[in-house]
């Protein structure tokens, strides 16, 4: 049973995970190279919980019980008391190889080890640790305090009881669909959902419709909660840029290389929400402004 978890990385996706886990009633433990990051997420955290509030969402008195579950840790080291760890920095192959390197040595043997990569290969991840057997994908959808999947990824050594473990835990205790992928560039809600995307930026490009129009198109007609430009914008432009430019390296394929669109928001800074600015304007705390 994983009843006290570590999150590695306190950007967008690891403050998201971190307060859905705390939701949960579950303690955990948040780090981040950067100290100054690890701090922004505190407080992001708690302007969050405070727009929930104000939608009625939840209580003053649960914001406080989240919040107080939730420890920012300095080090890696800080995490060894945790069942499980879920590693959430960006997509950088390297990076991401050195913290499960040093995971591997800091965390007991029988506790597992996560990545939230949603691109790279868990086979590759795991290469560098002694134990590749407690190394396992869960690739959640942001915001992972909304969306009630999660893509349960195995490398190529992923043991058996750690998938089983790994499975239960996202059913029983976060009360989530745990969804089965073979390990491939993108897996599933990644590689479509960039595909959406940049088939909308060729209709943007084009003309055919306005930004506006092309989200409320696919927000009214499909019941998308945000529509595929502000989806990209919430992701982060450059990171959308990584994912597709990843696949079209693997596959090969054309539908995967990035609209020349989106390379120039981001070579203007345009990142989405975290700039204030993407395909639409966004407040500091993340609100579209009309």
């Known amino acids: 049973m994983f009843r006290t978890i570590g999150v590695v990385g306190a950007g967008t996706m690891g403050q998201s995970i971190a307060e859905m886990l705390a939701g949960k009633g579950l303690d955990v433990h948040m780090t981040d190279s950067s100290g100054a990051r690890l701090k922004q997420a505190q407080l992001a955290l708690e302007k969050n919980l405070d727009r929930q509030i104000e939608r009625w969402a939840i209580t003053q008195a649960e914001k406080k019980l989240i919040l107080n579950r939730i420890h920012a840790e300095p080090s890696l080291e800080h995490l060894a008391q945790c069942d499980l760890i879920i590693e959430t920095i960006s997509e950088d192959l390297e990076s991401k190889k050195s913290v499960f390197q040093q995971l591997d040595d800091i965390i007991p043997e029988g506790r597992v080890l996560a990545s939230n990569t949603s691109t790279l290969s868990l086979?590759?991840?795991?290469?560098?640790?002694?134990?590749?057997?407690?190394?396992?994908?869960?690739?959640?959808?942001?915001?992972a305090f909304?969306?009630?999947?999660?893509?349960?990824?195995?490398?190529?050594?992923?043991?058996?009881?750690?998938?089983?473990?790994?499975?239960?835990?996202?059913?029983?205790?976060?009360?989530?669909?745990?969804?089965?992928?073979?390990?491939?560039?993108?897996?599933?809600?990644t590689r479509?959902?960039?595909?959406?995307?940049?088939?909308?930026?060729?209709?943007?490009?084009?003309?055919?419709?306005?930004?506006?129009d092309i989200d409320a198109a696919m927000r009214i007609g499909y019941q998308f909660h945000y529509g595929p430009l502000e989806m990209a914008d919430r992701f982060g432009l450059d990171s959308v840029w990584a994912a597709l430019d990843r696949m079209f390296r693997d596959y090969g394929e054309l539908k995967y290389r990035p609209s020349i669109l989106l390379k120039k928001k981001v070579r203007a800074g345009q990142?989405?929400?975290?700039?204030?600015?993407?395909?639409?304007?966004?407040?500091?705390?993340g609100e579209r402004k009309s």
Do not use: W
């Not at 407690?134 to 690739?139: A, E, P, Q, S, W």
């Not at 998938?163 to 993108?186: A, C, Q, W, Y």
């Not at 989405?272 to 600015?277: F, I, N, P, R, S």
């Open 271 to 285: 990142l989405g929400v975290k700039a204030g600015q993407g395909f639409f304007q966004y407040t500091k705390d």
């Open 192 to 212: 479509l959902i960039c595909l959406l995307i940049n088939e909308s930026l060729s209709v943007l490009q084009e003309g055919v419709a306005s930004a506006e």
């Open 146 to 189: 909304r969306i009630d999947v999660v893509e349960i990824v195995r490398g190529l050594q992923t043991s058996d009881e750690t998938f089983e473990r790994t499975k239960e835990f996202i059913e029983r205790d976060l009360n989530k669909k745990g969804v089965m992928v073979f390990e491939s560039p993108g897996f599933v809600t």
């Open 123 to 143: 086979t590759e991840l795991a290469s560098v640790t002694k134990h590749p057997e407690r190394v396992i994908g869960m690739h959640f959808v942001y915001p």
